[in-house]
């Protein structure tokens, strides 16, 4: 699951990076950016309470 999360976070900066280009919406771009911290923290927290 951490993988997922690792994974889904680069999506997140990738797609950031391509609404900040292409639409040149940086309110959006920034939204999405700040979504990478949070997936990776649920997939971290997910794993942990599972393990227990």
Not at 12 to 23: E, F, G
């Amino acid at each position: 699951m951490i993988k997922l999360g690792l994974y889904a976070s680069i999506v997140s900066v990738v797609a950031s990076v391509i609404i900040y280009v292409v639409l040149d919406d940086s309110q959006l771009a920034i939204y999405i950016g700040l979504w990478a911290p949070t997936l990776i923290l649920y997939s971290q927290a997910y794993e942990r309470a599972n393990q227990e």
